[in-house]
């Protein structure tokens, strides 16, 4: 296509450069931004180069933080002894608003995936090793469902199952308010190997 | 949501005032940005940032322009007896890329909407009248065939309709390749009542 003019055609590349969205809906955007009074798009874009240059990472769980040690990490309360492992900041953000888990977190930063070429060195894996030595007691796995889920979390297995540690995963199972005969038969079939004790308040 | 870091709070937070982008979608963007060389969300910054302080107009036609006179209105060999008037820059292009029309243009820069709050004064109208004044013989309607794009095309046309100028709109129809019996009825009956003298060429 053919811009009239420089500026927008280097906004619509640009735009254009982020996942799922074509050169058609940057256009869009840009016109959307022209709309509008000129500091929304002076904002928009102040943020997302302070985002890339200020970022910062906690150096226990190497999520993203504000200090050098996150709010999460910081907090006494919490149980040094329950090590999750997730595979970014949305899972730990996912899991902090079930208000069930009161242990501490490392975030990987993605997961093992020959296909976009990501190793086991690409990710915080090393400092799972240090937390061993101290007092981790259980590492629990809250990885995604997939084979790069299950390929990663079998790696971490393998590399540390010598400690003394319990290895765990979060349950596979049918979900709270689904229908059995709509469910997929490697739920369901799962949800069968590892049923649970029955008791009053778990239903 | 309670994010960890607030240049990531920051970034969902303007990422997703943008049109068709939920906070979910925002955080999705604003995750590849990171994992992305840190020049990418410079870039793009900055492009947002220049798109919206260095735009300019064209003086003639109103449209996205980086010179004074843009390259369409600039061009000796189109013809200025002809104003095509549209609502923004993409009916320019898309116009432009049929390669079938060789007359000017005006940019309305949108359509009258009440319900949107636009009227006619903030639209380009009154160099029309300007054009109508110099050598302009016909006014051709290329907006869309909504309830604003009528209602602009007559309010135009009850504003200038003294002049010694035609007025005409593009044909609404049935499009190339489509089966009659699928056509909307209202698009079938204007091509019925709008039928054109059949030559060789035509078909």
């Known amino acids: 296509m053919d811009y009239p003019s420089k500026v927008l055609a280097k ?30 798009a002076i904002d928009l874009g102040d943020a997302l180069q302070k ?3 200020d970022i910062q990472y906690c150096k226990e769980c190497h999520n993203f933080s504000d200090t050098e040690i996150c709010d999460i990490c910081a907090q006494e309360k919490r149980n040094d002894a329950l090590l999750c492992i997730v595979e970014d900041v949305r899972d730990v953000m996912a899991i902090e ?10 975030v990987l930063g993605g997961k093992i995936s020959p296909m976009e070429g990501v190793g086991p060195n690409q990710l ?17 796995f809250a990885l995604s469902a997939t084979m790069e889920g299950d390929t990663t979390a079998y790696y ?29 038969e490697i739920s369901l079939g799962r949800s069968i190997q590892n049923r649970i004790p029955y008791d009053e308040s778990s239903s």
Chains 1, 2 share one sequence.
């Open 11 to 40: 906004a619509v590349e640009e735009i254009s450069g982020l996942p799922g969205i074509g050169k058609k809906s940057a256009l869009r955007l840009a016109l959307h931004l022209l709309k509008q009074p000129e500091n929304i």
């Open 51 to 53: 985002l890339v240059i």
């Open 97 to 106: 608003s079930t208000g069930k888990y009161r242990g501490k977190y490392l």
């Open 124 to 140: 915080n894996i090393t400092s799972i090793e240090k937390k061993l030595e101290k007092n981790v007691q259980e590492i629990i």
């Open 156 to 184: 971490i297995y393998k590399k540390f199952k010598n400690f003394n540690a319990k290895f765990s995963s979060i349950a596979r199972g049918i979900s709270v308010g689904d229908e059995l005969e709509y469910a997929d």
